[in-house]
């Protein structure tokens, strides 16, 4: 019986196992996590959860019956710690060794740490596993004094849901505004305007230099020498992919593990998807590596059908979204340094939206409480036809009606 292992129990796993057995394939199939829960859905743990109005068990992806009556075996606290390629086997931490006739790697992501004096204080959290998010919950309540290190959009909806739990939030970003790497500064300043509307502090172009307190974290220490008081800290200061595991394998490796647009690695037989992949995007001609929800799902699910022989190319529209306070912010496409930035409303004030144009066509947009127009947008980066820019920026431009007469 063929056996297919996917390492790794992450969103993009679990969507791949469920997909084989949708698809029809009888063999073995052994999903290997090292977290002992089975998959489940990040997005809600620095939201709904993290405050505590989702319960636990609806964050996961199936019931636990669903996996038995599946015969999908759940291989949960357990981590993969290399793969020998040439006996076709993975080997688990403690030295048990699985054989496979197809694997899929699907690792995810780990979360970076601070290496300044007092790191490994407790209540020095990162966000990324379940685990971490009840460590955050068993100290966030009213009053608690949160500093949040990092302002990418982890660090924002972490420092939105502590504010709406009622704690007080400092937030340390060592760039002149919030998402300064990703997006124009422009963009990094309005959302900061928000997040100072509800009472977060902010310090910009300041860094950590050391964490001080008697077993427990105390007090941060910023790099310009302020002292802030805290009772938690939560580190928001990117990922990296979790491949280490693949060191001399002859898996190719470059900012995550390489696929081709079918999730096909350099290597027969095996396959990755998720955050942990840099894939071929066909219609960009780039490799590209995403840490959001939507793409790890359907590359999950891509993957699978690749395993079972399907030829189709991973090519989607990229989109992820946050949620903050009131504000939901969608982004779609994939913008360049270049791009021409059109504005739509007026920000900070929400609803708003900044189009990213190339050669007069919309390459991307995001879009805060505006989901018509993040609509809208998907049809006009897909047309990829020119549109014009006075129509996009004047509000009673019904975008939609735009995007269909294009």
Request: hydrophobic share 45%; with cysteine; aromatic share 6%.
């Amino acid at each position: 019986m063929a056996t297919i292992v996917i390492a790794g129990a992450s969103l993009a796993g679990g969507r791949a196992a469920e997909t084989l057995r949708a698809e029809g394939f009888d063999g073995r199939v052994v999903l290997v996590g090292e977290e002992p829960e089975r998959p489940y859905e990040r997005p809600p743990l620095s939201k709904q959860y993290l405050a505590g109005h989702q319960p636990r068990e609806r964050l996961f992806l199936r019931p636990a019956e669903y996996y038995a009556e599946q015969q999908i075996e759940l291989q949960l606290g357990r981590r993969v710690e290399l793969v020998r390629v040439a006996e076709q086997q993975v080997v688990l931490a403690d030295g048990e060794a699985i054989a496979y006739d197809q694997l899929l790697i699907a690792t995810g992501c780990t979360p970076r740490r601070l290496s300044v004096p007092g790191h490994d204080l407790e209540r020095v959290c990162v966000l990324r596993s379940l685990a971490d998010a009840d460590a955050i919950r068993a100290v966030l309540q009213p009053g608690a004094r949160v500093v949040v290190v990092g302002f990418g959009f982890i660090g924002a909806e972490v420092a939105a849901t502590c504010r709406q739990v009622g704690a007080s939030v400092t937030a340390i970003e060592p760039l002149a505004a919030p998402l300064a790497r990703v997006f124009d500064p422009a963009i990094g300043q309005h959302l900061a305007a928000l997040h100072r509307a509800h009472g977060v502090q902010l310090r910009l172009g300041e860094g950590v230099s050391a964490l001080r307190g008697h077993r427990v974290v105390e007090e941060v220490v910023t790099t310009s020498g302020a002292v802030i008081p805290c009772d938690l800290v939560v580190v928001g200061i990117g990922v990296r992919p979790a491949d280490e595991w693949l060191a001399g394998s002859g898996i190719a490796r470059q900012d995550g593990v390489l696929v081709d647009e079918t999730c096909r690695t350099n290597l027969p037989g095996i396959f990755a998807a998720g955050d942990v992949a840099s894939w071929w995007s066909p219609s960009l001609s780039q490799y590209l590596r995403v840490e959001h929800f939507d793409h790890a799902q359907q590359h999950g699910v891509h993957a699978a059908r690749a395993m079972l022989g399907y030829r189709e190319a991973y090519d989607p529209l990229l989109f992820f979204w946050s949620d903050q306070y009131d504000l939901n912010i969608q982004y779609l496409g994939l913008h360049q340094p270049g791009d021409r930035l059109v504005w739509r409303g007026n920000p900070p004030e929400p609803p708003w939206a900044v189009f990213f144009l190339r050669d007069g066509r919309v390459a991307a947009a995001l879009t805060v409480n505006l989901p018509r127009e993040a609509g809208a947008a998907r049809q006009l980066i897909r047309k990829g036809v020119v549109v014009p820019e006075a129509a996009l920026q004047d509000p009673a431009t019904d975008l939609r009606q735009l995007a269909r007469s294009l």
